[in-house]
């Protein structure tokens, strides 16, 4: 739906289809707000504010002039392309009618890319939280055997260098279908992980790590590609015995865009939650 509804017939139009109409919008948008309640989807497109940000920026469209090309842009595609409008000052140029039309696609879509832009994020906070949570339950699990072991005659001693360090590579890669609510998009992730650990005693210990990725998502039909870089810190911590154990995770994430393309603007995004797990085990023998 186009600003074209709000002009009425019986009013004189001023000699620039890029015009301001602030009462008659009104009442246009009344008329839409109750037709989208009744649940149909509706996108008014303001063609006045699209040429007012056009005129702010002209070299970011892409337009030389902003005003209505010369007599002798006819038959000439290349000259008319430089202008905005056509010589009358009215109607717009193949140049002002390709941007006005992708403006309105990207409307119609964008509410269809959000699901891609979740998933990167969430790829990123995936992997990083399985890694911790893997070197979490390795600490729990080895511990439990220790302490359970018929053959050890003594309690096992610490180790002589209470320090531990650890790099790990992690990646992935997933196609998502087509959704009433999403356009199809293929996922893919590469990045890796460094950390420390400070082991206490035998059933303590604590950690960090540091976890870099580049999350991207390309929607099918070069319909357009979301990335971003991903920087996680997290600390970590862990007690356990022969029956019980406590389990403690704290992460901060952020992730800034990384140059995504126009039709698809990936978020900042700054998160951090923390987590504890506790409970109850006992080894079983076969």
């Known amino acids: 739906m186009s600003d074209s509804c709000r002009k009425s017939p019986a009013t004189p139009q001023p000699r620039s289809a890029l015009h301001s109409a602030k009462p008659t919008t009104a009442k246009c948008r009344r008329r839409l707000a109750g037709i989208a309640r009744s649940g149909v989807r509706v996108e008014l497109v303001d063609i006045a504010l699209i040429g007012t940000q056009i005129k702010a920026n002209p070299a970011l469209y892409g337009v030389a002039n902003t005003g209505a090309c010369p007599l002798s842009c006819i038959g000439n595609p290349a000259l008319q392309n430089q202008y905005l409008f056509y010589f009358n000052g009215v109607h717009l140029t193949s140049l002002g009618f390709t941007i006005v039309g992708e403006y309105i696609v990207n409307r119609l879509n964008a509410p269809l890319t959000l699901p891609a ?117 997290g600390a970590y911590g862990a007690w356990t015995n022969a029956h019980f154990f406590a389990q403690a995770r704290d992460v901060w994430l952020a992730e800034l865009p990384k140059h995504p393309a126009w039709r698809c603007r990936h978020p900042y995004l700054e998160s951090r939650w923390n987590e504890l797990r506790c409970g109850r085990q006992d080894r079983v023998s076969v």
């Open 117 to 233: 832009q979740g998933d990167v994020g969430l790829s990123s906070a995936m992997g990083f939280a399985s890694t911790l949570f893997g070197k979490l339950d390795t600490f729990r699990e080895i511990s439990l055997v220790s302490s359970e072991a018929p053959y050890a005659k003594a309690p096992i001693a610490a180790p002589v260098n209470p320090w531990s360090f650890y790099m790990l590579g992690n990646g992935a890669v997933s196609d998502r279908q087509a959704t009433v609510a999403s356009n199809s998009f293929n996922l893919e992730s590469v990045g890796g992980t460094i950390g420390g650990e400070y082991r206490i005693n035998n059933n303590a210990f604590v950690g960090g790590a540091f976890d870099y990725s580049n999350p991207k998502a390309r929607f099918f039909n070069s319909a357009g590609t979301t990335e971003a870089n991903s920087y996680q810190f």
